[in-house]
């Protein structure tokens, strides 16, 4: 359990879980630490110079590292991070790691190693990469392309989530614990994309295309070539099928079902997001 004295440190506390997260613990009147670049002292996992005064006074952290565990060389900065904390006393860490990721696997070993009173949330693919990250724009557009088939995803909410990072941290009994996250179904891109047309009342259509396609497609809108290798990597390692299974963590985290994804179409449609 978290001391309730101190601060939490949320890394990448302004993105999909850990706004959320940091939302949750102010509610209860916790104290709470943003971590990353737009904040004062800044937090940048690329700049190691400001790890140490991010993790002064803190009493935990929640470590969600940037861009993705899968990117060679995060397991190293994840250890290194972890290490740092636990050698200036601050032991409990939360991890958000990936399901079925090599990388994100190694990270979660080296959190371990390093001492900590670690706890590792390990996550299928979030709902709100349709809506917060980089699939907003061609759903705008009315078709989405991806190198992937008809391979079954658990989408998992990113609510779901930050409510099982929230217990975790607050509640005794979960050092030492994985917890596998995933939403309650399985779904192909194809499925998602209909649910979120269906939901936002338009007409949206989805096409896979080959590899060798979609990285001309995004080399074209000019992204970090570093983006263009995650987004391939992501779509041939972790979306072979090897992730076609649900897990019970939110079950056990919080003693209820996971958020269904028409749900989260349905409020995320509502929002207005989806609509031209
Ligand atoms: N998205 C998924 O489906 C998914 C699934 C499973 C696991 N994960 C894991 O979840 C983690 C977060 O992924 P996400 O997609 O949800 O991203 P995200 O949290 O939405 O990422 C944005 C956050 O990272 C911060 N950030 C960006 N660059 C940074 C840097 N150099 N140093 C420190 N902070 C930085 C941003 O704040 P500033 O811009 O202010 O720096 C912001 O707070 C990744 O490690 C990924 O492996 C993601």
């Not at 996992?45 to 803190?58: F, H, I, K, S």
């Not at 000019?222 to 391939?232: C, G, R, S, T």
Request: negative net charge; charged residues 20%.
């Amino acid at each position: 359990m978290n001391d309730a004295s101190k601060p939490t440190l949320i890394l990448g506390g302004t993105g999909k879980t850990g706004r959320r997260l940091a939302e949750r613990l102010t509610a209860q009147g916790l104290q709470v630490r943003i971590g990353s670049r737009s904040v004062t002292p800044a937090f940048d996992w690329r700049d190691r110079t400001t790890w140490p005064r991010a993790l002064e006074g803190v009493g935990a952290v929640y470590i969600s590292y940037y861009p993705d565990l899968a990117v060679p060389g995060a397991a190293e900065a994840v250890g290194a991070f972890a290490e740092l904390a636990v050698q200036r006393g601050v032991t409990r860490l939360v991890l958000l790691s990936g399901r079925g990721e090599t990388e994100a696997r190694r990270a979660e070993e080296m959190l371990k190693a390093s001492g900590a009173d670690w706890t590792i949330l390990r996550c299928a693919w979030f709902s709100q990469n349709f809506s917060e990250g980089f699939l907003v724009e061609s759903l705008l557009g009315g078709e989405v392309a991806l190198p992937v088939g008809n391979v079954g995803e658990p989408f998992v909410d990113a609510d779901d989530i930050a409510e099982a990072a929230f217990v975790v941290l607050t509640q005794p009994c979960h050092v030492g614990q994985l917890y596998e996250l995933t939403g309650p179904r399985l779904l192909s891109f194809a499925d998602a994309v209909a649910e979120i047309g269906k939901a936002a009342g338009r007409d949206i259509r989805f096409i896979r295309i080959s590899h060798a396609e979609f990285t001309a497609a995004v080399a074209a809108q000019q992204l970090p070539a570093e983006f263009v290798w995650l987004i391939n990597e992501l779509f041939t390692e972790v979306l072979d099928g090897r992730n076609e299974s649900l897990a019970d963590g939110i079950q056990r985290v919080l003693g209820r079902a996971p958020k269904d994804f028409s749900a989260y179409a349905t409020e995320t449609a509502a929002s207005g997001i989806w609509s031209n």
